[in-house]
């Protein structure tokens, strides 16, 4: 691609020659970095640049959120057509969100809990509130465990962070019931997710920018879809890719943020993501460390709010948090996802070659 031409963004989907591993590993570090502020000042904080810009409606974590799920709506749109079944389509993506969500889950309920709890070990396993926690292995959001965290400046929540994979999981099926219907037909997706965004401005109007989070997450990956849908007609360009992001910059500086967030950061994120000049493909050597850091960012954080001696700044916070959940991430990607689950699933592929087989030699 040259410098100044563009191309349309069908063309450079093809294989992994893209920018998305480091771009949403950095987004990860984003939320770190936001969830700083909070953990270590309390939830009156004064905030970041960009909550000072959006009076408090766009945090740099909830940018990073957005980045999440745009890429999210695009990928997964891509995916509905890969896997067409039902069956096929949702084991993919259960494999790729529960076992390593369980397990970040299990070690903090049953070794960081009990180690650091506030109550006696026996009362700590004893109270129905340590197993209750265990749902967010199943996207059912349960924020404290008993005695753990209770005297943090933000008291009380193990792992804040998870509050997005339910709502992930119900764009996934969102997803699949929008290509259901409509096969991603231009025509009719565009009807339908036009709809839906509409739909979720004028929830956001009535209700006085409640839920703003979750709708504006929802609302990049229904983008997401869109984009997916329309590949073949969406010129991308180098000119285009700086201009949405200096014309985003200005909206968020002057308060514009959900104008931004709807009309500039898709085709940057586009552009950052497939078109620029050079990309860097092998990130990390094509390992995702950006969902194992995200799941491991906040009980970090808490966890180093609780044993450090004197008041903690949100930029030591930041660093030593990052610096302990990317090799945490990075464990759970090569134990669960390259690990346990990969060769479970060798396995399970291997059963059905033979039972393949010997139906074959039966007939």
Known sequence: MGRDSSVCFSELMHGRNNNLNIIRFFAALAVIWSHSLALTLGADNPGSFLDHWTDGRLSIGGFAVAIFFFYGGILIAKSCEHHSGARS?????????????ATVVLLCTFVMGPLITELPVASYFSNPGTYAYLLNAVLVLVHPLPGVFASNPYPDVVNGALWTLPVEYACYVLCFVVFLATRFRKKGTTTVTVLMLVACLAFLVCSNLAMLSVVRAVMEFVLGMLVWTWRDSIPVSKACGLGSILLMAALLYFGLDLLAMIVCFPYALLWLGWGTRHKIANFANGADLSYG??????????????????????????CLACLVAVPAGYLNYRLIDKGII??????????????????????
């Open 89 to 101: 389509f949702f084991a993919i993506r259960s494999k790729r969100i529960f076992p390593q969500l």
């Open 293 to 318: 850091t995200y799941l491991w960012g906040f009980p970090v954080q808490q966890l180093l709010c609780f044993l450090w001696q004197d008041e903690m700044s949100w930029v030591a916070n930041a």
């Open 342 to 363: 990969a060769v479970a699933t060798k396995r399970i592929a291997l059963r059905r070659e033979k039972k393949s087989a010997a139906g074959s030699d039966a007939h």
